[in-house]
């Protein structure tokens, strides 16, 4: 791909690696990168503030978190907002901000018209109209989504629910299936069948995106974990810090964009956590800590092909990586190689591949 669409945020100020975990996460603004991945240069698409009607009074955490690019639409999440915009020109087509929005992870469109929200705060995934109608919601432990929170509050007024007890970070579908990763649980959790599950248990997830009739996982520890989607079962596990020199700490992998043989990969300068057993992986002896930087990955032949540091143009902690509108296909879209249909993006064909192909199921 010769360009892609970074999410993530800005800091209020450079933080020291000692630095108070409160700190840690003091972003002031969204922001929205395009990247040349031929000349590693980038230029921002979108700076964003949220209004203070849809986030705290004092010091609001404000960062764009994981997102999805399809059919010429950017469907973009803040920590208590949903927000579509119309691709190139980044046109606002919908807003959506929810009282219930508590350091939301993820949106994601589906074949019926309507969004999946990771709502992590809460431990919860959203079905949610365009409009902002709650559809339906799924707690991500099986409970009662309100046994622990109150319908009544409105959390995005700088309530902290941490930790989590489960925190649902991304959202994907396999056909009619709504699934969700589970940090915690170190797994993803088919939310329309709970029996159906994928243990990848080696380290905390993020993603699940769905490439060419494989699912594609990133552990924060600097893996990628790939699955056969009709199995559930582990196909190949590929440890990318092998592919670096020792004693090199890439940073929290998260974001993933997977093109044919190539994997383009998020790492975010580690911070500091009051909850040390997230960054339980981190031994002494480190001699370099990597600035906020994406990376490319030949996964067949196990080497890294490129890096860009984007710390220099005001990214410091990367959400999502996401196809440009010269290169966007829709990842739930993918052929398999046996469906007839020729053009994942034609409507006709996201209707019936929507997830794994019809002759997949």
């Not at 999410?7 to 450079?14: H, L, M």
């Not at 930790?163 to 170190?186: C, I, M």
């Not at 490439?211 to 990628?224: I, K, N, P, Q």
Request: aromatic share 8%; charged share 25%; proline share 6%.
């Amino acid at each position: 791909m010769t360009s892609l669409y970074l999410t993530g945020g800005q800091q209020r100020a450079p933080r020291p690696f000692i630095s108070d975990p409160k700190e840690w996460y003091e972003y002031q603004n969204g922001l929205i990168l395009d990247v040349d991945t031929g000349t590693g240069k980038a230029v921002t698409k979108l700076s964003y503030v949220s209004p203070p009607e849809s986030c705290a009074a004092h010091d609001p955490e404000i960062l764009f978190k994981s997102g999805t690019v399809q059919d010429g639409v950017l469907y973009a999440c803040t920590q208590t907002e949903v927000l579509l915009f119309a691709l190139p020109d980044f046109e606002m087509l919908h807003y959506i901000s929810l009282p219930c929005f508590n350091d939301v992870h993820h949106v994601r469109p589906t074949t019926r018209g309507t969004l999946l929200v990771a709502n992590s705060g809460l431990d919860m995934v959203l079905e949610l109209s365009r409009e902002g109608e709650v559809l339906r919601t799924w707690n991500t432990l099986g409970e009662d989504p309100w046994t622990r929170f109150s319908p009544t509050t409105d959390y995005r007024k700088g309530i902290s629910t941490k930790p989590h007890q489960s925190h649902p970070n991304y959202v994907f579908t396999l056909g009619d299936e709504v699934w969700a990763t589970r940090f915690q649980q170190k797994d993803a959790l088919c939310l329309t069948n709970p029996e159906r599950r994928i243990e990848l248990g080696m380290e905390r997830i993020h993603d699940g995106v769905l490439h060419d009739d494989h699912l594609y996982f990133t552990a924060v520890h600097g893996r990628v974990v790939i699955v056969d989607p009709r199995t559930l079962v582990i196909d190949d596990v590929v440890d990318l810090t092998a592919m670096h020199d020792a004693g090199v700490l890439l940073g929290w992998c998260r974001g993933l964009l997977v093109d044919g043989p190539l994997a383009w990969v998020g790492f975010s300068r580690i911070r500091a956590t009051k909850f040390r057993e997230n960054v339980g992986w981190i031994a002494h002896g480190f001699k370099r800590v990597l600035p906020t930087h994406i990376a490319c990955y030949d996964l067949a032949r196990r080497r890294c092909v490129a890096a860009i540091d984007v710390e220099g143009f005001g990214l410091d902690a990367v959400f999502s990586i996401l196809p440009t509108v010269d290169d966007q296909s829709s990842p739930d879209a993918a052929r398999c190689g046996r469906c007839p249909a020729m053009d994942e993006r034609e409507a006709a064909h996201r209707a019936q591949c929507h997830g794994l192909c019809a002759c997949e199921r």
